[in-house]
């Protein structure tokens, strides 16, 4: 924020006023509402609170993270899932678990739970992205 005269302390809150366009807030109140938010205060926390916990988890200022790696992939690849294991096991001081979910014979979807340090957690990812045959990778990051 440019001025921090737009903040106001309110009963252990502050009070935040910002400028945005027209179309972003008609948007916004759509959302908020769809989602059956009971407040725009409360969405906007949230959003502000990803915010953050997505900057620190790319620049890499959190130490501990929590979340996880969602990899779809293709199982006729030769020695793809073997690759995926072994590098789950390389990095089982992060793992906390792991689901897989049989998509069609030929795709299938891994769900990776991780805590723990975020270089390893970036690295896994990283390393998992990079095997012939995986299709794609999210990952979802919170800063505990």
Known sequence: MENDDAMVPVSGATRLSVSLPSALVKEFGSVWRDMQYTN???AVHDAIRNFISDHKWMQEEAE????????????????????????????????????????????????????????DAKSLAQKLMSKKGVKQLKFAAMIP
């Open 40 to 42: 725009r205060s409360k």
């Open 64 to 119: 501990e993270l929590i979340g996880a790696i969602v990899l779809l992939y293709y199982v006729n690849k030769p020695g793809l899932l073997n690759a995926i294991v072994k590098v789950q096991h390389e990095f089982e001081n992060v793992i906390s678990s792991t689901m897989h979910v049989h998509l069609t014979k030929a795709k299938c979807l891994e769900i990776i739970g991780i805590k723990g340090n975020a270089k």
